[in-house]
């Protein structure tokens, strides 16, 4: 069974458009992450929340909504879609987040800007 | 400054040799490494942590840590094209935050 699913795998949209990706893990960890890796493979963490609760926010434009229902879901909502968003979204999860161990990815939401 | 350094590469190594990635870190306070492999296409995959200095090993990966110097290395023995990745080296950052390198590709001949 997958640990850390996303939905969905590919994300083709216009500019202006509105749009979501989904993550779910089932390994009972508590804390959930997005990551953005651009086209010259830098990973970078967006936002991350333990038990439901917002505890990184990086410097990413207000056009991104994180939002975790329950500590086994977080979503990530886009508004007004622009080329530069074009990237491969990455949801990870980790049990022991202080100390970083197994951080599992899920595999990843390629969204294309046209 | 980049937080996390790496020599993006390309590593090319004859199968059956070994590999040596490098990493280099600005924050002294750093005390939790690890070492991701991706594929490419896939999701980074966490194949080696390392806390203390000296070396860590694994099967056929090796991590070594040198905190006076600020490096992190990953060696690979017996190196096989299976092993052809980018392998991404990470710190814990303060809180609840990984810093990635950019990472190094490793092709590995047959």
């Known amino acids: 069974d997958t640990a850390v699913s996303q939905t969905p795998k590919y994300l083709v949209t216009q500019m202006g458009n509105d749009k979501s990706i989904k993550c779910e893990q089932n390994?009972?960890?508590?804390?959930m992450y997005w990551y953005k890796q651009d086209s010259k493979k830098f990973l970078k963490i967006m936002f991350s929340y333990n038990n439901k609760e917002l505890i990184i926010n990086e410097t990413v434009p207000n056009r991104f909504s994180p939002k975790s229902p329950d500590k086994a879901h977080l979503n990530l909502h886009i508004n007004s879609l622009e080329l530069g968003d074009s990237a491969v979204y990455f949801c990870?999860?980790?049990?022991?987040?202080?100390?970083?161990?197994?951080?599992?990815f899920g595999p990843g939401t390629r969204l294309t800007v046209l | 400054q980049k937080e996390v350094e790496q020599n993006s590469g390309p590593l090319s190594v004859p199968e059956g040799a070994i590999a040596s990635l490098n990493c280099t870190y600005s924050d002294r306070g750093s005390q939790s490494f690890f070492w991701y492999r991706q594929y490419s296409g896939k999701s980074p995959e966490l194949i080696m942590s390392i806390y203390s200095n000296g070396d860590k090993e694994d099967g056929r990966f090796t991590a070594q840590l040198n905190k006076a110097s600020q490096y992190v290395s990953l060696l690979i023995r017996d190196s096989q094209p299976s092993d052809s990745a980018t392998y991404l080296c990470?710190?814990?950052?303060?809180?609840?935050?990984?810093?990635f390198g950019a990472g190094t590709r490793l092709f590995v001949k047959a």
């Open positions: 390994l009972g960890h508590d804390t």
């Open positions: 990470a710190r814990r950052a303060g809180g609840f935050k990984t810093i």
């Open positions: 990870a999860s980790s049990q022991d987040s202080q100390t970083g161990r197994d951080k599992f």
